[in-house]
């Protein structure tokens, strides 16, 4: 099952990364570039592991939207670059983290940080980013910036840790799920569409807008992500299934089917979530998709990540017409409609 079979109302072809950024492509070269210089005035063993882990790009979501925005905006003045590099870094220390905690071996079919330099050295190695992405920001005029960036980093660890609290906590509220991927991933989106009005010197509507369409934006990407976690396929996710309730997240389709489950139903879940929780690696999760699928939890997950998509469209579209705006349309489509 894939979110194209959720729902009949499928596009019959989702626009790719490269496509949706194809505005600013060149400026996204220039980002990997500045991005790949930053160990370079660093010692030999950081040049060793940044510029290892530097090397492996990835989507570029982040920088990307920044991109199309300030493009839409007619920023000029070059700093779009090495913010939009600064957004990455922050994201990617996110992801050792992430993976740390995890004990994650692979993501998106590659070897982690952790699989490859050993826990102490990807600890350093995302601090390291975390630091870099911020004092790259000290030499900006705009002084807002760089504790934008900083509290964005706060909102994240802050997420992670609450993520962390509530593990294997099959009584985790919706809201409360909500409130968590809030800050562990829309709060990057946000902060990311916020910096690029601020270069771009967008007004107060504008701003808002921008803010509108990213923490929705990042809403969706988050309650996708999780949905692709139970129905993707891992040759495209680039991780098994279950990743994440293996790890103890209790993720939106768990919750709804907890909720939507009659009480004998409930009960029946609840017991074999317990036993997982137990014992992760026991021959039970296909007894556990097919309970969930009964319950339909992933057409109403679908939904929500949907009405979240819907949102963040509605925001652009109150923007004025453009390539740019075109572009982050096409962008929320991808969100939604993506396999990986």
Known sequence: MTSRQLTPTAPNRVPTLSEIFRPVSRKLSLVDRALRSWPGSSSQVVRRLAGGTISRRGKLIRPGMLLLITG????????????????????????????IIDRSDFRRGEQTALQRFGPDYSLLLGDFFFIRSVASSLSMRDREIPRLLAEAARLMIEGEMEELAASYNFNISRAGYLKIIEKKTASLFQTTCRLAGRLGRAGKKEMKVLEEYGLN???????????????????????????DLKEGRVTLPLILALKKADSVGR??????????????????????????RDTGAFEQTFRQAASFTAKARSAAMRLRPSLYRQSLLQLADFVLWREQ
């Open 217 to 243: 934006l990042g809403l969706a990407f988050q309650v996708t992500d999780d949905l692709l976690d139970l129905v993707g396929q891992p040759s495209r996710t680039g991780k098994p299934v279950f990743s």
């Open 267 to 292: 009960l029946k879940l609840t017991a074999l979530l317990e036993k997982i929780k137990n014992d992760p690696d026991k021959q039970l999760w296909p007894e556990l998709l097919s309970q969930l």
């Open 72 to 99: 839409h905006l007619g920023y000029r003045d070059g700093l779009d670059i090495p913010l939009a590099a600064a957004v990455e870094g922050i994201h990617q220390a996110s992801l050792i983290h992430d993976d």
